[in-house]
């Protein structure tokens, strides 16, 4: 009940402080601005104690404490995992295209750790088919760029150097 009686007492101290804000503010734009920002300021001080003496309130509202920060980390590590994919597909393809080995199609393995270390599991690189005599020189090529061990196969699917 003591919660109760706090939660009205701060929202008559606020309708007081609001009010008496109207009455110092002179006519013009200054005086919407403030009475936007006394509504802003009404509003959390009528819901801010809401939220903290019924937290279960905000599942109904689907506004789990966390989940947005969770989806927006969630968000940068795919943002960060795809750019990191994009960027060693790229450096596959010039170097192999630098000497004259095209690729087909290259699957690049890669997660985040929790404290933001990046792994790379396995890169697959796949060259076309008549290009299958060069896929020993193509791994020994991309593990020095690398410092990785590629797979490296012929488009048939066959494997001719890890």
Do not use: K
Request: glycine share 8%; proline share 4%; with cysteine.
């Amino acid at each position: 009940m003591n919660a109760v009686q706090q939660w009205t007492a701060g929202i008559c101290l606020a309708v007081l402080a609001v009010s008496l804000l109207q009455h110092l503010m002179p006519e013009g734009a200054m005086r919407r601005m403030a009475e936007l920002t006394a509504g802003a300021f009404f509003l959390c001080a009528v819901l801010i104690p809401l939220m903290r003496a019924a937290p279960d309130f905000s599942i109904l509202l689907n506004l789990r404490p966390g989940t947005v920060e969770q989806e927006f980390a969630g968000t940068v590590q795919r943002q960060q995992e795809q750019a990191i994919r994009e960027s060693v597909t790229s450096l596959i393809t010039a170097q192999l295209s630098q000497e004259g080995i095209p690729v087909q199609g290259i699957e690049v393995d890669v997660n985040m750790g929790e404290d933001g270390s990046i792994h790379m599991n396995q890169i697959t690189v796949t060259l076309p088919a008549e290009y299958a005599g060069a896929c020993f020189r193509a791994s020994s090529i991309l593990s020095s760029v690398l410092g990785l061990e590629a797979e490296v196969t012929a488009d048939a699917g066959e494997q001719e150097a890890e």
